[in-house]
């Protein structure tokens, strides 16, 4: 199995131990995680045929899959975990397939004119941000990011917000959730930044023997 960690708080699969044997990328969980990108195209389909009538049987229909959907980022994590072994193909899909589902719900929502725009480039500038982070410390370092609590608050809230403008007739109570994930997203992204450059002096110090 993978002895990598994802910085950002987000996957919910375990490590595991070197002495362990890397078990095959075709299993339940990760059939579970390509699922939750499959669906993406679907909630948008769905959010498509029901515009201008949020109280149609298509929108409940989004909804429903969303929620499924989210709920499937558990449900693979702990297959994982107690039935089939982690591997490091669903540690990389994992938070990557939640990237997707979330971003792409919000940004369907957005080309439907449901939300704002600049909330879903807020957000997407600090998932390219934290990757690069993320890549640049390890290739320079060979240090991974012990996982954030910062991070998994802010998958939640994104979840809460994309769940309640999907949910007919709440669009007020969504846009606070909406701004309230924002805020989450900002200060998750500004405390990955802090935890970067503490570790990058630390490996730095440890490489030039200093203290």
């Keep these: 199995m993978a002895d990598t960690d994802h910085s950002d708080g987000d996957d919910p699969r375990g490590g595991a131990t070197a002495a362990t044997a890397e078990p095959s990328p075709l299993n339940l969980a990760n059939a579970f995680t390509f699922l939750r990108v499959l669906l993406v195209p679907v909630i948008g389909v769905l959010l498509a045929r029901s515009t201008g009538d949020a109280g149609t049987v298509t929108r409940w229909w989004a909804f429903g899959i969303f929620v499924f959907a989210a ?31 979330i971003i792409g719900s919000l940004a369907i929502l957005a080309a439907l004119g449901e939300l704002p725009w600049w909330a879903v480039l807020v957000i ?13 410390l390890l290739r320079d370092h060979d240090v991974v990011m012990p996982a954030s609590v910062w991070g998994k ?3 939640v809230t994104q979840v809460i917000a994309v769940t309640l403008y999907l949910y007919p007739g709440v669009a007020d109570v969504a846009f606070v959730a909406l701004l309230v994930a924002v805020a989450a997203t900002v200060g998750s992204g500004l405390e990955y930044l802090a935890r970067v450059q503490r570790l990058r002096q630390e490996a730095v110090a440890a490489a030039t023997g200093g203290s």
């Design 153 to 155: 608050v802010k998958t």
């Design 124 to 136: 997407i500038a600090r998932e390219v941000f934290v990757t690069w982070q993320r890549g640049s």
């Design 71 to 101: 709920l499937t980022d558990s449900i693979d994590g702990w297959v994982a975990r107690r039935l089939v072994g982690v591997t490091r193909w669903g540690q990389l899909a994992d938070p990557l397939a939640d990237k997707l589902l």
